[in-house]
């Protein structure tokens, strides 16, 4: 049953680092990945996804990448700005099936 | 750009009721799904529907029903409210299976 995972769960920046976001998953047979941003009360926008034959997706100053064999994925932030604050999530969805499995999400804080 | 709308924002209902939830895309997607978002909790799947007329159940669908008469339009059925069934409820949308998923604004449902 795949699992998957999402560390650190909370986050709290200075504007302008950089930073990673991690999405560790346990099957390594997927079909695709993909990066939601949540804001508080709201639904989910997507932010990149990418394909089990793809290593990384850029969109501005997000790159998303994904290692299957390791069954990990990270979310790159560039230039961290306090617009970016959010909760975000990742979702995995396995071969063979057709629903998404999502992560409990990194509340991440970006500081003026 | 894919819009996915979901009718209400906020609903309070009474315990007993029959509530819908509507939700209607705009860009001809096979795919649509009801997602539940509960604190600690995670997105958990309640019902999917990969066709007109054809659904399938996810992890939780007891309490609940859905209906999909036309490929743009997918409504998730409260038979009869419960306080237990008081959480943000998340429609989404993807052309097919491996493509990206969107996601509506979200209802926050209150059964008192």
Not at chain 1, 20 to 34: G, H, K, M, P, R
Not at chain 2, 73 to 83: C, M, Q, V
Request: hydrophobic residues 35%; aromatic residues 10%.
């Amino acid at each position: 049953k795949q699992e998957v995972t999402q560390i650190p769960a909370a986050l709290s920046v200075p504007e302008g680092e950089n930073l990673v976001l991690n999405c560790s998953f346990t099957d390594s047979a997927i079909y695709n990945l993909q990066w939601f941003r949540q804001d508080p009360g709201k639904g989910l926008t997507s932010l990149l996804l990418i394909q089990s034959s793809q290593r990384e997706q850029t969109s501005g100053r997000l790159n998303a990448s994904l290692d299957k064999s390791s069954g990990r994925s990270t979310l790159y932030i560039a230039a961290s700005q306090p617009g970016d604050s959010a909760t975000y999530l990742c979702a995995v969805l396995t071969s063979g099936t057709y629903k998404y499995i999502f992560g409990t999400g990194t509340r991440l804080k970006v500081l003026a | 750009d894919v819009k996915v709308t979901q009718s209400s924002r906020y609903l309070v209902k009474r315990t007993g009721e029959k509530v819908f939830l509507e939700c209607v895309q705009d860009m001809d997607h096979e795919n649509m799904f009801w997602y539940r978002q509960d604190p600690g909790l995670g997105l958990r799947l309640i019902y999917f529907s990969y066709d007109v007329k054809m659904k399938e159940k996810g992890d939780i669908p007891e309490g609940y029903s859905v209906s999909r008469e036309k490929k743009e339009r997918f409504s998730l059925i409260l038979e009869s409210a419960s306080t237990n069934q008081t959480s943000m409820y998340l429609c989404a949308s993807r052309l097919e299976a491996y493509t990206e998923a969107f996601f509506g604004q979200g209802t926050r449902l209150t059964v008192v």
